[in-house]
């Protein structure tokens, strides 16, 4: 499955827009590491719709609006995205702090929503756990404790670190602490309103999840009372990565 | 113009578990403070009060001191209490606060206020130093480092107009909101206490702290000597660009010293307790010196492949080399900071007679040593 490689300006930001696959249109927002390529998840998904993966304006190739200030400002330009993109029914899929945006985006209008699907998702504190602090992690420590298979750990920790990927790295870190850095990875005002969020709420976690630990769960449980639960286990931060399979027959199910 | 020597002190727990320091990887932020004895600190707070109130009498012409957080590299989260101190027990040594950290601070108009109170009890020898903080205390603070630049220029306008503009006026600006400000009291100095900035090497600090409506003093603190002579170089040039000589009471140095009898003696005694500075109270990994925004990205590329050299230890041999630390017997002192006077004409020189474990008996000597066979030398240079 080939996915057209563009770039479309959304509120004055030149956005990095991969596109693949027909039918409903699926919108996945990626967390802190980004989303530089294409993975076998997402070309999965796009045997069933039509896959959207953006990078965030601050993000990889995207660029970095003077108006990026914190996750509000991500959340209306993603809606603006939508309207502007003409995309109806779509399936929301968000990890990490893309859950987080996929939430303030929804409490705000779900008009152009199916479906929500969050997956290891940032954005709400809970009382018996705290969000690891990557910021004071080397990027060695971060590959560790992001995934649960060595394997996949090791494939990563030997991939060349060209200048380009340092820069993307700073770029990528210094977007997420623009957003995430105080209040840490949540917004204290979201829990109050996620009572407004009216389609289907899909909560995805990886049992074995070392960056935001699977008892969140928990807490999201609290606001969306009718959710399906879905704990993958022998996984970490990233099912979408760590278990492709198993996370697409997840988002497809009814 | 003679140069302006300066004693500047850290206040470190000296009394630290080093190996404990070690085990942790860093003294700072997450060391448990269990490791803090209320009754050495309190040893260790007036023993350093002491000793700068000595430096009034050996002749400095200003004491200095620091803000530092939750670390055993200094103890001092608040020099305001310490210059506070040392505005009652002295009478004519100038008081520098180097500096106070803007941006960790919630409120800006509280620096304003507290610096303004001792320059007045102090009858005007009060000199404000600002910086933004060291990485770590981003960290410890919650502060967003992405912020650090902006709230520390945004807090510096507001506390200059604080302290000039008559009050009462409103402030409004995207980081701090003041419905009246309308300071009491006001500034002894006129216009305000000197501003001085405290740096580790930065172009846009230059620019800023350089520019003719500013004109303020700037201090290369804890680099190797050619680090030093190439951002005070630039802080010249860059005055040259805006149409003006600078004066040399616009530039310092900050190291640490140690004056022996003779140089052999000198380094044998400094050795354990500056290496302890350097390699257990200094350190802190790469990510919590520089979290991201608190430095250019450009920047943070050069310290990520200088990495190796600026995290490793430095022994004692390889400092005094590099500049990082001058110490010998008083010949080979003076005749070092000849030289770099020469090369660098600062009009400024902070050195710190007290570093990470350095004991009261030591740092006295070595006081005593450098105001009576170091200082009349350095009088007669500028």
């Known amino acids: 499955m080939t996915f057209k490689d563009e770039f479309v300006e959304v509120d004055g930001c030149r956005t990095h827009l991969r596109r693949g696959g027909e039918g409903k249109p699926l919108l996945y927002l990626h967390g802190a590491s980004g989303a530089p390529v294409i993975q076998p998840f997402m070309e999965k998904l796009a045997e069933r719709f039509d896959v959207l993966v953006p990078e965030h304006p601050g993000y990889g190739q995207s660029g970095e609006p003077e108006w990026l200030e914190n996750i509000h400002d991500v959340a209306y330009f993603y809606l603006d995205f939508l309207k502007q993109l003409n995309l109806k029914e779509v399936l929301l899929v968000g990890t990490s702090m893309g859950g987080w945006i996929a939430m303030e985006m929804a409490v705000r209008d ?19 756990a705290e969000v690891a602090d990557t910021f004071l992690m080397s990027p060695e420590e971060a590959i560790r404790a992001l995934y649960h298979d060595a394997k996949i750990v090791d494939t990563l920790l030997a991939l060349p670190v060209t ?43 990886g049992e074995q999840d070392r960056i935001i630990p699977v008892s969140f769960v928990d807490e999201y449980k609290k606001h969306f009372p009718k959710a399906q639960i879905h704990i993958v286990k022998g996984c970490g931060h990233l099912p979408p990565v760590e278990k492709p399979d198993e996370f697409v027959a997840i988002v497809c199910n009814k | 113009m003679t140069i302006q020597i300066v004693l500047f002190h ?12 070690r085990k942790n990887g860093t003294v700072w932020v997450k060391l448990p403070n269990k490791h803090f004895d ?53 009478t004519k040594v100038k008081i520098a606060i180097l500096g106070s950290a803007l941006p960790l601070r919630s409120h800006p108009l509280t620096v304003a206020e507290e610096h303004a109170m001792i320059d007045v009890i102090s009858g005007g020898r009060l000199i404000s130093g600002f910086v933004r903080g060291i990485g770590a205390e981003y960290h410890t603070f919650g502060v967003n480092p992405t912020f650090s630049h902006d709230r520390f220029h945004e807090a510096h306008d507001l506390i200059v107009r604080a302290w000039t503009e008559p009050g009462p006026f409103s402030f409004r600006g995207r980081h701090y909101e003041v419905k009246y400000v309308n300071l ?80 052999e003696s000198a380094r044998r005694a400094a050795k354990p307790h500056f290496e302890a500075f350097r390699n257990v109270f200094v350190k802190m990994p790469l990510e919590m010196l520089l979290p991201p925004g608190y430095t250019s ?67 006295r000597a070595n006081m005593e040593r450098f105001a009576r066979d170091v200082m009349p030398g350095l009088r007669a240079l500028g």
């Open chain 2, 184 to 263: 009491w009291p006001r500034p002894y100095q006129k216009p305000h206490p000197p501003i001085w900035i405290p740096s580790q090497g930065s172009k846009e600090t230059i620019d800023w702290a350089s520019h003719p409506d500013r004109r303020y003093t700037y201090l290369q603190t804890f680099s190797p000597a050619k680090v030093v002579a190439r951002y005070l170089k630039m802080y010249r040039d860059t005055c040259q660009g805006y149409g003006y000589s600078a004066k040399d009471s616009q530039l310092g140095w900050a190291v640490p010293v140690f004056v022996g009898a003779d140089d």
């Open chain 2, 10 to 21: 850290l206040m470190p727990y000296a009394d630290l578990d080093l190996e404990a320091g």
């Open chain 2, 297 to 363: 990205r450009e920047s943070m590329k050069n310290v990520i492949k200088a990495k190796a050299q600026m995290f490793g230890d430095v022994s004692i041999e390889q400092a005094i080399e590099l500049g990082l630390f001058v110490c010998g017997g008083p010949e080979t002192v003076l005749r070092s900071f000849e030289a770099h006077f020469k090369e660098m004409r600062f009009g400024n020189l902070l050195v710190m007679c007290q570093f990470g474990t350095l004991p009261a008996d030591l740092t």
């Open chain 1, 163 to 205: 200048p380009e990927v340092v820069d993307m790295q700073l770029k990528n870190r210094h977007t997420t602490a623009r957003l995430a850095w105080e209040p840490r990875f949540h917004d204290p005002h979201l829990p109050k309103w996620l009572h407004r969020i009216n389609v289907p709420v899909k909560i995805v976690w």
């Open chain 1, 110 to 128: 779900c008009s152009r929503l199916s479906q929500l699907v969050l997956v290891g998702s940032a954005g709400i504190k809970s009382p018996d």
């Open chain 2, 38 to 90: 209320p009754e050495k600190g309190h040893r260790l707070y007036n023993r350093f009060l002491d000793e700068l109130e000595y430096g009034e009498k050996l002749g400095f012409d200003v004491i200095a001191v620091n803000e530092h957080h939750q670390t055993a590299y200094g103890l001092m989260p608040s020099p305001i209490v310490t210059a506070s101190a040392l505005s009652r027990k002295t």
